[in-house]
Each structure stands twice: as C-alpha cells, then as structure tokens.
C-alpha cells in the first residue's frame, strides 16, 4: 500500500468459519505492513494461515490509547495499518473505537470493510419482524445493574440485541424474563458459523427451562435476542377491541385471546384489562 496514501483498515474476522473471511479482507491484510490486534497470539494463527506477514502489535482494552498513538505514528511515518480483533468486527464490544478516532483526528482515512459481526449474523435467521433493533451488547454483570439497564429497555418497540458468554448465560435470561415477561420472544443464537451452532426461538417463559434441559444448551457464545416491547392492554386499541368482544358476549379469556390476536398486546395484561372491564365497564 506504498503507492496510496496511508490508511487505517478496520478488518472484520471470522466468527469461527474460516470460509467467512473476505477475498478483500485477505488482501489487504497481506498489503499493510502492521496489523493491530487484541491479541497477538490469537490472531498469529489466522494470520498465518491467510499468508499474511505483516508485522503485528497489540491493541487491547488495557492499552488502546497508548496504541492508538502507535498507529498514528505508524500512518505519520507512511505505513498503512489494518485493525482486526479475535473475532468478528472491530469496535463492536470490541477495542477499536479509540484507534479510529485517533487516526481520523491526525488526518488520516479509516477504511471500514464488511464482514462478520455476531449481533447482524444472528439478527438475519431471526425472524423477528420489528424493523428496528437495538444492538445492546454486554449487560452489567452485577445484578442490580443489570436489571436497572433492562428496565430501562424494557418499552422500546426495538428487538433488543445482547452478547453473553456462557458462564452468565443462565442468569441473565432469567433476568430477561424477570423484567420483559414471559410472553416476549427470545432467539437464543449460539456458536453462529461453528458446529455446534443452534438457534432457538422460543416465548421468554419457556427460555430458563429450554436451557437447563440441557448442559450443553449452556456452552459456547451466545447472541441473545428480545422481540420489542409488545402494546399495552391499556392503550386505545386494546381497550377498544376487548369492549367490542366483551360486548359480545365473550368470555374474559376469549376476548384476551382474540383481543391478543387482532392487536398484538400481551395476553396476561390483556386479560387482566378484560377482568375490570367486566366489573366496571
Ligand atoms: N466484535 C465481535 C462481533 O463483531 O460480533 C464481538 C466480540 S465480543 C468480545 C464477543 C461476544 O460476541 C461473545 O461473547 C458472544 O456474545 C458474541 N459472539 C462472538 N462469536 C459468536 C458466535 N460464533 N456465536 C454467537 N455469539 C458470538
């Protein structure tokens, strides 16, 4: 890359499919002289196996100012630089945000390539429909935390998109359930792009129990996906119908249930809302 001015590359990996790396991210790789990585004796390997021979340095949570000043040293000097992280795309619940910044600020490109992200990947077998997501990523590890981020979540129409790693799996599910209820849907998106990957869709309520039937349900990385926040029982829609049904001469649980189909609310609240219609209409 000495014939172009030069250039900071952010060059997404494989998930764990190596067929998953990109003739483009292969090439330029193997054309900067530095390739910046989380972790050298994680990417070494990878490299290698790419034939890529560029010079490596480390750029991790611990040390990515320090680094950041190192690459732009390195673009100063005229050297092309690519950021690549363990697996997937830099800067996503990864280190990488620093360095872009540091780059452009001195006056350089950063030149971002597609490739795997774990949070898109599971989002396309989703089958969620909501046209919007929010991509979350890692939440609190301390429970309090983790439940205040969730409450805060918890009304957004948005599908919700969180990482986790296998020894929390378990219980940040059960902290999922705990605060969005069991009728939202959960797509539990495990070892995407592996052998053992698995895909499971199932109501939030049925989730603990599907993943302690078995340890092995429990292993590997996992993207965790909430469908959006369902209507309210109390908006004018909800109430509107189930007036209409109970009106009719249904049942409380039949106009939940069909009030459920026509509007989408969730059943519980639905039925609740039907109770104290029929007490006080
Ligand atoms: N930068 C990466 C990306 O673009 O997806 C994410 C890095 S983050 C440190 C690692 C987390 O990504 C894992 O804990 C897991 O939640 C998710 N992840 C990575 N690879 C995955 C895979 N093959 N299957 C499911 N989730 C994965």
Redo the contacts with the bound molecule.
């Keep these: 890359m000495t014939e172009e001015s030069p250039a900071l590359y952010v060059v ?1 990996t494989p ?2 499919n190596l067929a998953d790396m990109t003739p483009r991210a292969v090439d330029t790789l193997r054309r900067v002289a530095w390739v910046a990585c989380e972790d050298t004796r994680h990417s070494a390997p990878l490299l290698k196996h790419f034939g890529v021979s560029a010079r490596l340095l480390a750029a991790h949570e611990h040390n990515e100012e320090a680094a950041a000043q190192q690459v732009v040293g390195l673009l100063n000097e005229g050297e092309s630089v690519a950021l690549v ?6 800067a ?3 280190p990488g945000a620093r360095l872009a910044a540091r780059a452009r600020a001195a006056g350089h490109r950063v030149i971002p390539l597609p490739g ?4 898109v990947t ?1 989002l396309s077998a989703s089958g969620l429909a909501e046209p919007r997501f929010l991509f979350y990523g890692f939440l609190p590890a301390k429970a309090r935390q983790r439940e205040d981020a969730l409450r805060e979540l918890s009304d957004l129409r948005h599908a919700l998109v969180f ?3 296998p020894h929390r799996v378990v219980e940040t599910v059960g902290a999922l359930r705990a605060v969005f209820g069991i009728e939202r849907t959960l797509v539990l ?6 052998l053992f990957e698995t895909i499971h869709v199932c109501p939030l309520g049925e989730a603990p129990a599907w993943l302690e039937a078995d340890a092995n349900r429990q292993r ?4 965790l996906i909430v469908s959006g926040a369902l209507p309210s029982a109390d908006d004018g829609e909800g109430e509107r119908v189930l007036k209409l049904l109970l009106d009719d001469g249904l049942s409380v649980r039949q106009a939940a249930k069909l009030a459920h189909a026509i509007t989408g609310a969730a059943k519980n609240a639905l039925y609740d809302r039907a109770l104290r219609l029929r007490e006080s209409p």
């Design positions: 997404p998930l764990g992280c363990d697996a997937g795309t830099p996503i619940s990864d795997p992200c774990a949070a599971a990482y986790e790693a998106a495990r070892e995407l792009t592996k590997g990385e996992f993207v």
